[in-house]
């Protein structure tokens, strides 16, 4: 994490307990709108983390959300960028952030 | 005199239509007969004994070839439910779709008439359970048939034209109220469903329909609490996979591929069994989803799971490894998952291991 502010998130509270696919136009809460307006004001902005607690999600995040969202971003950003700048999280889900990496590291892989 | 009772049939008719058979309703009353008896425009579609897609696939395309004829047509339709004496889930969900396309299609509000009912009690419990009549906010008022004592719960059909986390999120929860599900199996089972909905969003319809289409997905779930077992049917009214495979794939590798196995004779079903059974995420455009592999890689890690694709004409059962080719298409494609641990005493349904 970098050092700086941290953005504690509840995404269940603050943003849905279910998240959606990959685009804004497949569906509500997908991984273009959460990273188009949450996400991207975190990078945009300097000294600012964000710790997503994603505990209480009820479906699951979905490998296109995933990729969408959080991989889109390593591309954009780097992975090393990325790595300061988002924390995931779920107390029901332990494999979380191993999956959300998954995808990260792919895209940024194709970026490469 | 015969006399008619008024709360007769599922009546289908488009407002022009209604406007008619009020003036003739009024005529016929004052004559002391029924109007319904004097429509000669109104198609009467009768439901088959058994609509089984697996049994007589036939009787029940010829029943959807019905309904969709007479929309082309414009005509205004009764349907008899009542010599209906089984019908699957599958073929419950293909009907509802049919029936919510025409209607919504011609712009149709569907009336309720308790006559054209099913009269067996094992039809009229499933779909009451299954929420055919709800889904079309149709109200019989409360039925008795909700004491019935068999051991299987249903989630009411769900349609919807965008991939929304909340309904398939209700399947999700249907499940988690009634059966032991670890973490894994959930994510697993969610992310396959929400793919799958992805896909058909994205990916299943055409502008070239001359049917027509509401760019829809239908699903229903159930839950069997004797044999452990849950099952789960997806369906969308789209082109079917392998006539999407174009307009889905833009990258030039999987289109050599797929043109190898066409040039080296694959027939449609074997060209379903490799797109479902091969891993191809190497050809495919790198950052889109997996498809038809991970809801075979799902059913391969539960326990007693069996998968079936059912697309235009032909189906593949992914467990058996068995293609089958049909004179008829479904007009869609159908994804069925079932899910039975092996163990009896168990009541959880687990992966077998964890892998993304």
Redesign the interface.
Known sequence: MSKGTTIQYKFVEEY????????IR????SGEDFRENVLREVFDTEKVDIAIDATGV???F????L?ECF?QLAKDYGITEFKNKVFIFSD??P?LA??MM?YVE??AH?NS | MKKYDPSVLLLLTTKRERKRLKRLAKFSISRGRSFIKNQQNRAKIVVPAILDLEENRAVFIRLLDQIQNILLKNMSFVIDHRQMKKITKSALLLLTSEIERCTKIMGIKLRAKSKFVPVDFHVKSLLDKIGYWDYFNLNFGSSKLRNDNDNELHLKIVGDTQVSGEKIGCLIEFFENSICFDFQTKEKFSDALMEAAANTVEHAYSENNKIGHIKKWWLTASLNTTINEISFIFYDQGLGILNTLETSQKNIKFKRLVAGWISEGLSKGGLLRKLVTTNLSSYKDERRGNGLISFKTFIDQVQGGELTIHTDDVSYSAIEDKITNHTTSIRGTLIIWNIRPNKESDKCIYIRENKL
Do not use: Q
């Open positions: 849905s307990k279910y998240p959606g696919v990959r685009f497949l569906g509500p809460f009820v479906t699951s979905s490998p296109s959300f990729d991989g029901d889900n494999n191993e999956k998954y792919r895209a194709d």
